[in-house]
C-alpha cells in the first residue's frame, strides 16, 4: 500500500513507517519532507506530483491537509491533540470520513458530531531495557515548556525539586536555568532518560506524550499527574498516579531513596508498555482501518 502522509508528529511518524508500505511524504512547499529523519520505507514527495495513481490512502493530521490531498485518494484524519474544552467542535465535526483519536480520553472529550471516531492506541519502537537508574534524580520530558506553562506542569517543577533534582529534556528547556538539558536525538534522549532514577509526568492537559510510553519501555517507574489519559496508561504498580500534588512529591523523594523499589516498579512498567503500546498491536490497528476505508 502506498499511504500519502504529512511530517507533522516526529515520534508518531517513526512508528507509524514501520508497518510495511510506502510512506509519500510531502516536502517543501507543502510540507517539510523526511526533514534528516532516517525512514527507509519513507520517501519525499512533491504534493503536484502525487494523483490517485501514486497513492491508496491519505492519512492527515491538520485541517488544511483535506484541501490538498489530489482527487480520487480516500483520506482518513488523525488528531493527536485533547481539545481546549470537553464540549470543543472537532474541526472536522460531521465530517463523512473517519477520525482517528490516539487516546480514549480523546475520543470522550473532542465533539465530532457525526463523523465515525475511532481510538488506536500509540505505538513505540522499542528502545529496549536500557534502565540503570544510577542517577537518583528524576526526568521530564516536556516542549517548550516556558510558553506552555501550567498546561505542561512547569508551575510544579519546582515543588518536585524539593524531593529531588530535576533534569527537564525537550525544545527551549534552557529557558529553565540549571534544571533544563535541551533537545536530544531519540537515541541519546533515550540513554539519558535511562540513567535518572524516575520519570515524572507534570503535565495537566495534554494528549498522552510519547516520551511517557518510551519511558516505561525503557524500564522506568513512573510518578505522574492523573489528568487526560494518565489513568489509562499508567497502573498502580508502575508508579505512583495522583491529582494530590504532595502525594507525588513524596513518591518522588520515596523511589528516590529506594533503588531496589524503583527498579521492581521499572520492570513492571516495561512489561505493561510492550503489552499496551507494543509496535505490533499499533501496526496491526492501522492495517485493520486503512485496509478497510481503501477498499
Known amino acids: 500500500m502506498k499511504i500519502l502522509l504529512w511530517h507533522v508528529h516526529g515520534s508518531w511518524t517513526n512508528a507509524f513507517v514501520r508497518g510495511g508500505h510506502e510512506y509519500l511524504v510531502p516536502g ?18 512533491d504534493l503536484s506530483e502525487v494523483s490517485g495513481v501514486d497513492a491508496d490512502i491519505a492519512v492527515l493530521q491538520r485541517p488544511e491537509e483535506v484541501g490538498l490531498v489530489p482527487t480520487g485518494i480516500p483520506v482518513v484524519y488523525l488528531e493527536h491533540n485533547t481539545p481546549k474544552y470537553p464540549n470543543q467542535a472537532h474541526p472536522l465535526k460531521d465530517w463523512p470520513g473517519t477520525i ?69 529534556y525537550g525544545m527551549k528547556t534552557e529557558k529553565l536555568g540549571e534544571m533544563g538539558r535541551g533537545d536530544h536525538d531519540l537515541a541519546s534522549l533515550h540513554r539519558e532518560l535511562a540513567l535518572r532514577r524516575l520519570y515524572l509526568h507534570p503535565v495537566r492537559w495534554t494528549s498522552l506524550g510519547l516520551s511517557l ?83
Not at 517543501?28 to 519525499?44: C, Y
Not at 496508561?233 to 502525594?247: L, M, N, Q, R, W
Not at 513524596?250 to 531496589?260: G, K, M, N
Open 28 to 45: 517543501p512547499p507543502r510540507g517539510i519532507g523526511l526533514a534528516g529523519r532516517d525512514w527507509p520505507a519513507a520517501r519525499e514527495v
Open 100 to 168: 482517528v483519536h490516539v487516546t480514549h480520553f480523546n475520543d470522550l472529550m473532542w465533539d465530532c458530531g457525526t463523523a465515525r471516531t475511532v481510538v488506536i492506541e500509540h505505538g513505540v519502537v522499542d528502545p529496549g531495557p536500557l534502565y540503570t537508574g544510577e542517577l537518583p534524580r528524576a526526568a521530564v520530558v516536556v516542549n517548550e515548556p516556558v510558553r506552555r506553562g501550567r498546561v505542561v506542569g512547569t508551575d510544579l517543577l519546582p515543588r518536585f525539586a524539593e524531593a529531588a533534582p530535576l533534569d527537564v
Open 213 to 295: 510510553i518510551e519511558a516505561m519501555h525503557l524500564g522506568m517507574p513512573v510518578v505522574a499527574l492523573a489528568c487526560t489519559e494518565v489513568v489509562r496508561a499508567v497502573p498502580p504498580e508502575v508508579g505512583v498516579v495522583s491529582t494530590d500534588v504532595d502525594e507525588l512529591v513524596r513518591a518522588v523523594a520515596e523511589l528516590v531513596a529506594d533503588p531496589a523499589l524503583a527498579r521492581q516498579k521499572g520492570k513492571q512498567a516495561r512489561e505493561f508498555a510492550l503489552a499496551r503500546y507494543g509496535l505490533d498491536a499499533f501496526l496491526r490497528s492501522w492495517d485493520r482501518l486503512l485496509t478497510g476505508v481503501s477498499g
